[in-house]
């Protein structure tokens, strides 16, 4: 495992956008990544959803009003915001641009409009796309987290597939058909992306 050492010697931090139709077990991927490699900070994102009962302020998002998002946009406050089934969210600007003093690499867990809005902005920006084994399996997992109503699981599923449909440009993809697996290839990515910088940059190539 990378220890502390380093961490500080990769100087300023990458940024892995992940994306993922709902149920495509992201969020417990992203989780554990985080927890098995130091150097990650997870952006936590603005929304106008409403918290779900697990979810807390400030650590899964940052849960505004309609006016205060609004404000946000006006200001140029985002690096990119999209509108997903009905609720706005949005990455601060602020939290990318803390990367240049921190030595830090940074996740941004964000739907397919924004990771290309992102990416306009940030070419450096790795892309990594989740898919589910199936949308058979996706269904299955969206019923049984029991979080949302049949209605809403019918509207994310159709959502879905036109986010699957946006995979083809993300650099990987990643099928998350068994969760250790997946988790692995996630780090393995993240540990190739740092080693490549960390060879650019002592080579004076960055
Ligand atoms: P959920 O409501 O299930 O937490 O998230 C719904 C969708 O919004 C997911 O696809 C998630 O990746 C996306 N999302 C979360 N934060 C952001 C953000 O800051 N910007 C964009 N564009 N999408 C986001």
């Not at 495992?1 to 994306?19: A, D, T």
């Not at 397919?112 to 949308?135: C, N, R, V, W």
Request: overall charge negative.
């Amino acid at each position: 495992m990378e220890n502390q050492e380093q961490v500080n010697k990769r100087g300023k931090g990458l940024v892995f956008i992940i994306s993922a139709p709902s149920g495509a077990g992201k969020t417990t991927l992203v989780r554990r990544v985080m927890e098995e490699l130091p150097g990650l900070r997870f952006s936590v994102s603005y929304t106008t959803r409403p918290p779900r009962a697990s979810e807390k302020e400030g650590v899964d998002y940052h849960f505004v009003s309609r006016d205060v998002f609004q404000e946000m946009v006006t200001n140029e406050k985002f690096l990119e915001w999209a509108e997903v089934l009905g609720h706005c969210y949005g990455t601060a600007q602020v939290d990318v641009n803390s990367l240049e003093s921190e030595r830090i690499d940074l996740i941004l867990d964000i739907d397919t409009q924004g990771a290309k809005k992102a990416k306009e902005k940030l070419a450096s920006a790795i892309l990594i796309f989740i898919l589910p084994p199936s949308i058979d399996v996706l269904q299955e997992r969206l019923l049984g987290r029991g979080l949302d109503s049949a209605e809403t699981i019918q509207f994310r599923l159709a959502h879905a597939k036109n986010d699957i449909e946006e995979a083809h440009w993300y650099d990987h993809i990643i099928v998350n058909e068994r969760v250790e697996e997946a988790v692995e290839k996630l780090k393995t990515i993240i540990i190739s992306k740092r080693d490549q910088k960390e060879e650019k940059s002592w080579q004076g190539l960055q």
